[in-house]
């Protein structure tokens, strides 16, 4: 028989390199406008910390779990969260990854609040918010946080927080706290502040 009789041909063969295909497209194409994105100074080469490039082979597999960063200024918090989003698109992740600093969110939380914005927070696939506890926090920022976070808690949507302490309560609250807090996975960073040793 001709080894091109359509009876012959591998249709699932086939099926899977296409599939292939576009995946490297939309890795590529996501890789592309994440690095347009990203601001310079976290383009710095370099790995994840073993714990955190754990967490980020855990929620690709399935895992829900949140992620507490906790060290000293300086030592690659924000860093880390730039090449977790960018660890995560290169496995596949075609979700959302919002990356907001405490003055990033106290923008969109400040009257008129920005709807539109605080519900696409709300809604994304995974929320890292850096410095937190770097600004001031007032009654209606806490408030507000309290309901960002209270719907990605009920909704299982992990959110990554960046901080000098872990003691979140005194940053945020008690509710806030008490919800980031659940089933989140702490990584406590060591060193000196790397941007002074430049």
Known sequence: MNATDPKHHDYAAARAAATAGWQAEQIQSRLERFHAKRPPTFAA???????????????AAGDRTGLLLVGNVGVGKSWSLWKIHETLIKGGFL??????????????????????????????DILALDDVGSIRVSDWDADHTM??????????????????????????????????????????MLGDDRRRAK
Not at 101 to 108: E, G, M, S
Not at 165 to 188: P, Q, Y
């Open 95 to 124: 979700g959302d990854m919002e990356i907001k600093t405490a003055y990033d969110l106290k923008r969109v939380l400040t009257p008129p609040i920005d709807t539109a914005a605080f519900d696409y927070l709300a809604n994304a």
């Open 45 to 59: 080469p370099g790995e994840l910390l073993p714990d955190i490039a754990a967490w980020a082979d855990r929620y």
């Open 147 to 188: 309901g960002l976070i209270d719907t990605r808690w009920s909704y299982q949507r992990p959110t990554l927080v960046a901080s000098n302490t872990g003691k979140l309560r005194d940053l945020l609250g008690e509710r806030v706290a008490s919800r980031i807090s659940d089933n989140v996975h702490k990584v406590k």
